[in-house]
C-alpha cells in the first residue's frame, strides 16, 4: 500500500493538525509515513496543504499523485485537480464539486457541535472507511483535547462518531490495519533539537525567524523534561554570543536562525573562528534573497555558510538529509565543536525541518569533549603568567581550561594573540597561529574521516546531491540505473577520497534545489570533477520524484549533458495569496 | 584575594594620564576586596581603548566584539551562575553599537556588573564623536561642533528600572573602587558609568572640567522619584552638578537565579541527555 492524502483548507481551519494527527495514527499502526506542510506566510486565508503519505514499504518523500483528497472548501480541489487520478477519493465539505460531500455545517447545527469540529468530522469520514481502529482516534482525540474545555473534547468525540457513522455509505477495498509495532512521528526540527538533547545541549538561544523557530519551539515544549534553558535574545547577534559565552564557559549551547537572522550573526562566527570558541549554529534555509518566499523552501545559502565571518580560519559545515541523519549529525555538532573548538554549521532548509517522518529509534550519542578542562590545573601559575590557551601543538588544537578552572586563567580573544593569549601584533606569531588554526582540518580529516554516502547499483552514471534532496533521490533512486551520491559532511573535504569516487563515473550530474548551483561550484573550489548535467529547481518547492523522472528522460535524449530547469506543473499564485483576486 | 594574584606580566597600553588608569586600579581594587579566586571572575569586554582592561588583570576574560560584550557575559553567567561576571567597554561600545543589548539588560536582569568607559568620543579609532558627546563638542566626525544631543544613558537606565544604576568617576579611585564593590555585590544587573577623561580626543571634558562639577550624592536610592531627580540632573543642569554614587536600585529575581531555579546547575562536563520520555511524549 502507498496511499497519498492530502489535507487542504483555509489558514485558521486546522489542515495541518488533521495532517499531523493522520501521520501519528498511522504510525501507531506501524506504517512509514512522511507528512510535509505548504502554505503561505498568512496567518488567516490563503490556502494550507499538507501532504500525508502512508506506506508498508519504505519511503522518503511526498509525492505529487493525490490518492485521497480531504478538501474544506473548494480552493483545495482546485489546487491539486491535476494530481488527481480515477481512483481517487476525494471527500469534502458542501462546497466540492465531485466526490463524498459531508454536509459539515447542517451536521454542525443539528447535533450541536462546536464549529471548530469540522477537520475532525471530515477526517472521521476517511478513517471510518479505511477501516482504521475507532478506539485510537477515540483515545488520540483525548489527548490533543483532553486540558481543553469538556465542550470542546465532547464535541470532537461525537464529531468522530458521527463521520464513523457517515463511512459506512462509502465502502471501498483500501483497508488498513497493524502491520508493525509502533512507529513514532518526528519533524526534522524536532530531529534537530532531540539530537541537540542528546548531545548534552543546555542552552539554547534564539531569535524567532521561519523556519528555524519550530526547533526552538519543540526545545521549549520539551524543557522540563530535557532540563534545558532556552533563551529568545533580542536580536540575532545577541542569540550568538549568548551561546559563544556559555559555550565559553564549558556548557553547550545552540543559536539557531534562517539566512537573514544569519546575516547578522557573522561578525561572531569569525570572533569564534579566532577565539576559538566552539558553538554550534543551526541555519534552516528558506527562499530568499532577503525576506524572500518565508515560508517556502530552497537551498541556495550555501555560499552564505561557507564565507560567513571575515579573515581566514577553519569551520565545519554539516548538511543531513533526513531525520535519522538530522538527529545523529546535530547530536555530534556539540562533540565536533568542543573536539576541535571551532563553528560547527548545521544546516537545513524548510523542507528537511517542516516535513515528518515516522522512526522507530534513535542511537545514544556519546559524548566527547576533546582538550576542553573542566578540572582544576594542579600547576600553579607564577606571578603574573598566564595559562597558554593558544599553545602551538602539531593537531593544531590547544587545551582550553573553563572559566572556574584554578590556574587556567587566559583571555579568549578577537584579536590576534600569542600563545598565551594576550593580543599580538607580531608577524611569526601571528603567523604562527595561522597555522595553527589551519592544523585542524588536517587533524578534522583524520580523525572523523568525512565522505559522502554512495548508494550503488554499480552503475557507470551517479547523480550528486546534498541535504535535504537525498530525500526524493532516494525515492527516484529505486527507478534509474544511476548510482547516487549523497553529500551530508560538507566541509572539510577529504580531496583525494572523493576524487576517487567521482572519477569512478563515466557520467556525472548534480542535482540542487536552487538556481546557482551552489554545491556544485562549491564542490569544484576543492576537488576536479566536471559536471555533464544538473537539474535545478528554484520555484520556491522541493522536487517531486516524478519531476526528477521526467528531467532525467529528457536529458537522456541529449545524452546526459546540459542543465534541465525544472517548472511546476500548476502556478500556486492566485491561491496562496488569494487577496490579489 | 592577594592583589599579587590579579596583576600580569603586560604593562597597559593607554596615553599617559588616561582615566582608563585610574578604573583600572579601582577594578582591582575591588577585587582585592572580593573574597574570590580569579580563577571565579570572568572580565568580558568589547572593543575600544576600554576594551583592553581583561588584558590587564589575571583573571579569565573575553575579548569580545565592539557593541556585544553583554550577551555574551549573560550567556556565561546563566552557564555558570558561580562566576562573578564583570563586562566593560567604551560609550561607543555600549551604547551606540550595542545600544539594543543594553535596552534588553533592565529586563534581563542577570546578576553581572557592566563598567561604561564614558569619556564622550571614540578613542581607539582616533577622535570621532560618541553617543555621549555633548552637544557643540568639535571631533573628526563635526569639525564644527556636534550638533546632535547625546545619549541620556543614566535617566535611560532609571526609566527602565534596571536593578543598579551608579555613576562614578575616574578621577576618584577610592569611590569608584567602592562602587564597582557595591555593584559586585548587588544581586541584579548593575550598570556603572564612569567619567572618564580621554586626554587625547577631548579637551572638553578633562579632569579639570570634571573636579568642578563632581559631587557624591546622598539621596535615596531606592526612591524612584529622587533616583529620577537625580539621574537628570547633570542635563537639567546644563553639566554644571554631576552627582556620584548609586543613583537608583532595586532588587528583583536575576535571570541566573531564574534558570539555576528551573534547570539547576549546568556547568561541568557535559551528559548525554536522555530522550526517551521526549519520544513518549511525542507519540499519541
Ligand atoms: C563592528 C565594528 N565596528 C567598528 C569597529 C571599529 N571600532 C573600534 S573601537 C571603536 C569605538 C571606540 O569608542 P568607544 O567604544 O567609546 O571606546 P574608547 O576607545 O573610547 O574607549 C570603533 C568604532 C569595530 N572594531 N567593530
Ligand atoms: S585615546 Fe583617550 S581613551 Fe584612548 S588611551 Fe588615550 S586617553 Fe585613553
Ligand atoms: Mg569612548
Redesign the interface.
Not at chain 2, 596583576?7 to 603586560?10: D, I, L, M, R
Given at each position: 500500500m502507498d496511499l497519498n492524502i492530502k489535507v487542504a483548507a483555509l489558514a485558521g481551519e486546522g489542515a495541518f493538525s488533521i495532517g499531523n494527527l493522520l501521520a501519528k495514527l498511522f504510525a501507531k499502526l506501524g506504517y512509514n509515513v512522511v507528512a510535509y506542510p505548504e502554505y503561505p506566510s498568512l496567518i488567516k486565508g490563503g490556502l494550507n496543504v499538507i501532504h500525508v503519505r502512508i506506506s508498508d514499504r519504505e519511503i522518503h518523500s511526498p509525492v505529487h499523485r493525490t490518492d485521497i483528497l480531504l478538501s474544506i472548501g473548494k480552493d483545495g480541489y482546485k489546487f491539486l485537480k491535476n494530481s488527481l487520478h480515477e481512483d481517487s477519493i476525494v471527500i469534502g465539505d458542501e462546497s466540492i464539486d465531485d466526490g463524498i460531500k459531508v454536509p459539515i455545517n447542517s451536521l454542525i447545527q443539528q447535533h450541536n457541535l462546536n464549529p471548530k469540529v469540522k477537520n475532525i468530522l471530515i477526517t472521521s469520514v476517511l478513517l471510518g472507511i479505511l477501516n482504521y481502529p475507532k478506539d485510537y482516534v477515540d483515545r488520540a482525540i483525548v489527548n490533543m483535547f483532553g486540558n481543553k474545555s469538556k465542550e470542546i473534547l465532547e464535541s470532537n468525540l461525537k464529531a468522530v462518531q458521527i463521520g464513523y457513522d457517515l463511512s459506512k455509505d462509502h465502502r471501498t477495498d483500501l483497508s488498513v490495519k497493524r502491520i508493525d509495532m509502533e512507529k513514532v512521528v518526528v519533524s526534522g526540527n524536532e530531529a534537530f533539537g532531540l539530537g541537540a538533547i542528546a548531545g548534552g545541549m543546555k542552552i539554547a538561544s534564539f531569535y524567532p525567524m521561519t523556519p528555524a523557530s519550530s526547533l526552538f519551539h519543540f526545545l521549549i515544549n520539551v524543557k522540563d523534561l530535557a532540563k534545558i534553558y532556552v533563551i529568545q535574545a533580542e536580536d540575532e547577534i545577541a542569540a550568538a554570543n549568548i551561546a559563544i559565552g556559555a559555550n565559553y564557559a564549558g556548557v553547550r549551547a545552540l543559536t539557531g536562525t534562517s539566512g537573514g537572522g544569519f546575516a547578522l550573526m557573522t561578525e561572531t562566527v569569525s570572533m569564534a573562528g579566532i577565539a576559538e570558541t566552539p558553538i554550534v549554529f543551526f541555519i534552516s534555509q528558506r527562499v530568499g534573497p532577503s525576506t524572500g518566499m518565508p515560508t517556502w523552501t530552497e537551498q541556495a545559502d550555501l555560499f552564505q555558510i561557507w564565507g560567513a565571518g571575515q579573515g581566514d580560519f577553519p569551520k565545519i559545515i554539516l548538511a543531513p538529509g533526513n531525520v535519522e541523519q538530522a538527529y545523529r549529525y546535530m547530536g555530534n555538532a556539540f562533540n565536533l565543536a568542543q573536539k576541535y573548538q571551532l563553528p560547527v554549521f548545521v544546516l537545513s532548509d524548510k523542507f528537511l525541518s517542516e516535513s515528518y517522518f515516522s522512526i522507530s529509534q534513535l542511537p545514544s550519542i556519546p559524548v566527547e569533549t576533546g582538550k576542553i578542562i573542566y578540572e582544576d590545573i594542579p600547576e600553579v601559575l607564577s606571578v603574573g603568567q598566564r595559562f597558554l590557551r593558544y599553545k602551538l601543538e602539531d593537531d593544531g588544537i590547544s587545551s582550553m581550561p573553563v572559566p572556574g578552572v584554578k590556574n587556567g586563567m587566559h583571555i579568549a580573544s578577537s584579536y590576534e594573540h600569542m600563545q598565551d593569549s594576550f593580543t599580538t601584533e607580531n608577524f611569526s606569531e601571528r603567523k604562527r597561529q595561522v597555522e595553527k588554526r589551519a592544523r585542524k582540518i588536517e587533524t578534522i580529516i583524520e580523525n572523523e574521516n568525512p565522505k559522502p554516502d554512495v548508494y550503488t547499483k554499480k552503475a557507470d552514471k551517479a547523480i550528486v546531491c546534498w541535504g535535504s534532496q537525498l530525500l526524493p533521490m532516494l525515492e527516484v533512486f529505486r527507478e534509474i540505473d544511476f548510482d547516487l551520491i549523497h553529500f551530508s559532511w560538507l566541509y572539510p573535504i577529504n580531496i583525494q577520497y572523493t576524487e576517487q569516487i567521482l572519477k569512478r563515473y563515466r557520467t556525472i550530474g548534480f542535482i540542487e534545489n536552487n538556481s546557482n548551483m551552489a554545491f556544485y561550484r562549491f564542490l569544484r573550489m576543492f576537488v576536479d570533477v566536471k559536471a555533464d548535467f544538473n537539474i535545478i529547481k528554484y520555484t520556491g518547492r522541493q522536487f517531486f520524484p516524478h519531476q526528477i523522472l521526467d528531467a532525467l528522460d529528457r536529458l537522456q535524449e541529449k545524452d546526459y549533458k546540459g542543465i534541465e530547469v525544472i517548472e511546476e506543473d500548476f502556478d500556486t499564485y492566485e491561491l496562496y495569496t488569494p487577496w490579489r483576486y | 584575594m592577594n592583589i599579587?594574584y590579579i596583576?600580569?606580566?603586560?604593562k597597559p597600553q593607554w596615553c599617559p594620564g588616561c582615566g582608563d588608569f585610574g578604573i583600572l586600579m579601582a577594578i582591582k581594587s575591588a577585587l582585592v576586596n572580593l573574597d574570590r579566586?580569579?580563577?571565579?571572575v570572568?572580565i568580558?569586554s568589547g572593543?575600544g581603548c576600554g576594551g583592553?582592561t581583561?588584558?590587564y588583570i589575571?583573571?579569565?576574560?573575553?575579548?569580545?566584539?565592539h557593541g556585544?560584550l553583554?550577551?555574551?557575559?549573560?550567556?556565561?553567567?546563566?552557564?555558570?551562575p558561580?562566576?562573578t561576571v564583570i563586562a566593560i567597554g567604551g560609550d561607543g561600545d555600549g551604547l551606540s553599537e550595542g545600544g539594543?543589548?543594553l535596552?534588553?539588560f533592565s529586563r534581563y536582569n542577570v546578576d553581572i556588573t557592566y563598567l561604561v568607559q564614558d569619556n564622550q568620543v571614540y578613542g581607539l579609532t582616533t577622535g570621532q564623536s560618541s553617543p555621549t558627546s555633548h552637544k557643540g563638542f568639535k571631533s573628526k566626525t563635526y569639525p564644527d561642533g556636534t550638533p546632535i544631543e547625546p545619549v541620556k544613558q543614566i535617566p535611560l537606565l532609571v526609566s527602565q528600572r534596571a536593578s543598579f544604576v551608579a555613576a562614578g568617576y575616574a578621577g576618584n579611585v577610592k569611590h569608584l573602587s567602592q562602587l564597582i564593590t557595591d555593584a559586585i555585590n548587588h544581586k541584579g544587573f548593575s550598570f556603572v558609568n564612569i567619567y572618564q577623561p580621554c586626554i587625547t580626543w577631548n579637551y572638553t571634558n578633562g579632569y579639570e572640567w570634571y573636579q568642578k562639577r563632581v559631587y557624591i550624592t546622598d539621596h535615596n536610592p531606592e526612591d524612584y522619584n529622587q533616583a529620577w531627580e537625580k539621574a537628570n540632573e547633570p542635563y537639567n543642569t546644563n553639566w554644571e552638578r554631576i552627582p556620584l554614587g548609586i543613583i537608583y536600585k532595586n532588587r528583583s529575581v536575576t535571570l541566573d537565579e531564574e534558570?539555576m531555579n528551573?534547570?539547576?546547575k549546568?556547568?561541568?562536563?557535559?551528559?548525554?541527555?536522555d530522550?526517551s520520555?521526549?519520544?513518549e511524549?511525542?507519540?499519541?
Open positions: - | 599579587s596583576n600580569t606580566n603586560e579566586d580569579p580563577s571565579e570572568v568580558v572593543i583592553k581583561p588584558h589575571r583573571t579569565y576574560g573575553y575579548e569580545g566584539l556585544r553583554l550577551p555574551l557575559a549573560l550567556g556565561i553567567k546563566i552557564a555558570n558561580d562566576l539594543n543589548h535596552l534588553h534558570v528551573r534547570v539547576g549546568l556547568a561541568g562536563i557535559p551528559n548525554p541527555g530522550i520520555r521526549i519520544l511524549r511525542l507519540k499519541i
